[in-house]
């Protein structure tokens, strides 16, 4: 699978396990028993002595509670996409992608416009990516998990980290980005550049304290993705 993310195209995969343990049930009480009471015995008058009634039995014990079972422990991030391959960049970072797991859709309404913003350190998911153009322009739909970390921004530039996770395959970037009026350029130093698809690129985008769009130009169309900060 190759695409384009955040300015650089990235070649994706990811492992998932889940696991989950439960105690066993609790040991039920044993009954309890009573041995029954001995007759008792009575003088009698004149005419002599008399047996006594005999003595109630005993009540019986009752069970002990069945005990409760112990809940499972909590698994992984489920799985997200179909893509394959070996990934790439896996010395470029150590941060994994989260967020929900995002499939991309086609729009033929208006497309929206960039407004620009200043750009805020922390972590940004993507949680949608809709492409804006007509029906015919060669849509293709993906499903993936992507990460965005943000740090030593100022009003020009900023560091970044990329991650993306498709299917069984998981990539990373990382590189700095130059700003300049709404446009951001994206240059990686890691994983190393051929010159090729991977050598970074432009987008245009919305950016405020709590989240970031980008609006680049594919196969005819205009992608908007949107990443809300998590932290």
């Known amino acids: 699978?190759?695409?384009?993310?955040?300015?650089?195209?990235?070649?994706?995969?990811?492992?998932?396990?889940?696991?989950?343990?439960?105690?066993?049930?609790?040991?039920?009480?044993?009954?309890?028993?009573?041995?029954?009471?001995?007759?008792?015995?009575?003088?009698?008058?004149?005419?002599?002595?008399?047996?006594?009634?005999?003595?109630?039995?005993?009540?019986?014990?009752?069970?002990?509670?069945?005990?409760?079972?112990?809940?499972?422990?909590?698994?992984?991030?489920a799985a997200c996409g179909d893509a394959t391959g070996t990934g790439s960049g896996a010395t470029c970072s150590a941060i994994a992608a989260g967020g929900p797991c995002v499939t991309s859709t086609l729009s033929t309404t208006a497309t929206p416009l960039p407004v620009g913003g200043p750009f805020a350190a922390g972590t940004y998911n993507l949680v949608s990516q809709t492409s804006y153009g007509p029906a015919d322009a060669g849509f293709f739909s993906e499903t993936l998990r992507q990460t965005y970390v943000l740090s030593n921004v100022t009003t020009t530039s900023f560091t970044l980290d990329q991650i993306e996770a498709s299917g069984?395959?998981?990539?990373?970037?990382?590189?700095?980005?130059?700003?300049?009026?709404?446009?951001?350029?994206?240059?990686?130093?890691?994983?190393?550049?051929?010159?090729?698809?991977d050598s970074g690129g432009s987008a245009e985008f919305t950016a405020t304290s709590s989240s970031i769009t980008l609006f680049q130009s594919k196969n005819g169309l205009v992608q908007v993705s949107v990443y809300d900060k998590a932290s």
């Open 168 to 197: 069984t395959a998981v990539a990373r970037a990382h590189g700095t980005v130059a700003v300049s009026g709404m446009t951001a350029t994206f240059t990686p130093t890691c994983p190393a550049t051929d010159g090729g698809s």
């Open 1 to 77: 699978m190759r695409r384009f993310g955040l300015f650089v195209s990235l070649l994706v995969s990811v492992a998932v396990s889940a696991c989950s343990s439960s105690s066993g049930g609790g040991t039920g009480g044993g009954g309890g028993s009573a041995t029954a009471g001995a007759g008792g015995t009575a003088q009698g008058g004149a005419g002599g002595k008399s047996s006594g009634g005999a003595g109630a039995s005993g009540s019986a014990g009752t069970s002990g509670n069945a005990g409760t079972s112990g809940g499972g422990a909590g698994g992984s991030i």
